[in-house]
């Protein structure tokens, strides 16, 4: 190197460790770095973004500015944006889409799929949902949620998940909230012109959430389904293999409606059921006692008819609505409360079940 020049060799070393904050790798990678030029004391680093006017444009260059702030002699950094190509964007996608490109994101990046399932509505499913989501993610795991609900979705408010997914070459890049990967309906539905919404069906529109998403690495992905339907485990467990299942019932006796027709889903489908959830099991009084204002026992029954362990019963308790119209789990809150506990508990066994 000539003395008094800026040693390039050595930015471009430093854009290695700068990520692009969705896709989460190197933007040397993704070959998101154009062309570096040194004039004297002032760099200019040409960067070329992945869709025109990114959100995390100021992001990207801010991370930039900062890996290159030691390098010696640079006076002036100046970063010059411009937009991939649709031919370049096709050949990014390519490389997050790896080897097979036929494979879904799911397959692929997915470790465990858990499908929550129930009967009925209103059981807390998607309450069960973010909270397990949440336990999972606080114990150190790279944790996603799909909400298959695709009409009745509720997981962007309970997990405080606003803005619409940055969409790259049909790739969608899930959102992120408390650390955890999100993908609803509900970010695409108030579009005019939808660019992921290719048709009424839900199954399409499933099938998609898992091939087309990047689920980048995740241990666990927790699928909140929509109510009482068979179809959307189907087309789950026809688009991913190792697909695993909790269901969620009330304390209600007369499960076994329910029993039979998950029980014809699991004949059908290789779906490992874990167990069996008891959602507004008692409320806990003031002075200690229990009180079990929608019965007792529904969760035993459906456990033992399909023969699966009970997981757990979580009270109800203000805490979980509240945590979920405000957009924060009860299950991440430092503050122990029974039912954050029990969430916690019921995650150990999910994962000790799975891997
Ligand atoms: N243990 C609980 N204690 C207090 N409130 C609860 C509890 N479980 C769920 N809720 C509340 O009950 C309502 C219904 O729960 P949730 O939306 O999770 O049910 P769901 O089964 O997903 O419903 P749907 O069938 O409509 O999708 C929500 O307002 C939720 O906050
Ligand atoms: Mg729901």
Redesign the pocket.
């Known amino acids: 190197m000539a003395k008094g020049k800026i040693d390039t060799e050595l930015v471009m070393s430093r854009l290695r460790d700068v990520n692009d904050p969705e896709l989460n790798r190197s933007i040397v990678e993704l070959g998101m770095v154009e062309k570096i030029e040194a004039k004297r004391g002032r760099l200019i680093i040409k960067i070329k973004l992945t869709i025109s006017g990114c959100p995390l444009k100021n992001r990207i260059q801010n991370d930039i500015e900062k890996a290159v702030s030691d390098i010696p002699r640079i006076e002036e950094v100046k970063i010059e944006f411009s937009t991939m190509t649709d031919e370049e964007r096709k050949n990014l996608t390519k490389q997050l889409k790896g080897k097979d490109p036929s494979e879904s994101f799911a397959k692929k990046n997915v470790r465990n799929v858990i499908l929550v399932a129930?009967g009925k509505?209103?059981?807390?499913?998607?309450?069960v949902t973010i909270n397990l989501a949440a336990a999972a993610a606080r114990k150190g795991f790279k944790v996603g949620v799909l909400d298959a609900?695709i009409y009745?979705f509720?997981i962007p408010r309970m997990m405080g998940a606003q803005g619409k997914p940055t969409v790259i070459d049909n790739t969608i890049i899930p959102l992120e909230s408390h650390g955890i990967k999100i993908i609803s309906m509900g970010f695409f539905i108030d579009e005019t012109e939808s660019v992921i919404w290719r048709g009424p069906l839900v199954h399409k529109a499933v099938t998609q959430f898992l091939s087309d998403v990047y689920w980048d690495n995740l241990d666990y992905l927790f699928i909140d389904l929509p109510?009482g339907t068979g179809d959307v485990a189907l087309s789950v467990a026809n688009t991913v293999r190792g697909v695993n299942c909790i269901l969620?019932t009330t304390p209600q006796p007369g499960a076994y409606m329910v029993a039979s027709r998950i029980g014809q889903l699991v004949d059908k489908f290789d779906i490992k059921m874990l167990g069996v959830v008891e959602?507004?099991s008692y409320f806990l009084a003031p002075d200690g006692n229990k009180e079990y204002i929608f019965g007792i026992g529904g969760g035993t029954e459906l456990s033992e008819r399909m023969n699966i362990p009970l997981l757990g019963r979580?009270?109800?308790?203000t805490a979980?609505?509240e945590g979920?119209a405000l957009g924060q789990p009860v299950a991440l809150s430092d503050n122990c409360t029974p039912?954050s506990e029990e969430f916690r508990k019921i995650a150990e066994k999910v994962i000790a079940a799975t891997g």
């Open positions: 129930s509505g209103g059981v807390g499913k998607s309450t609900d009745g509720s109510p969620v959602n507004m979580i009270p109800l308790e979980i609505r979920g039912a």
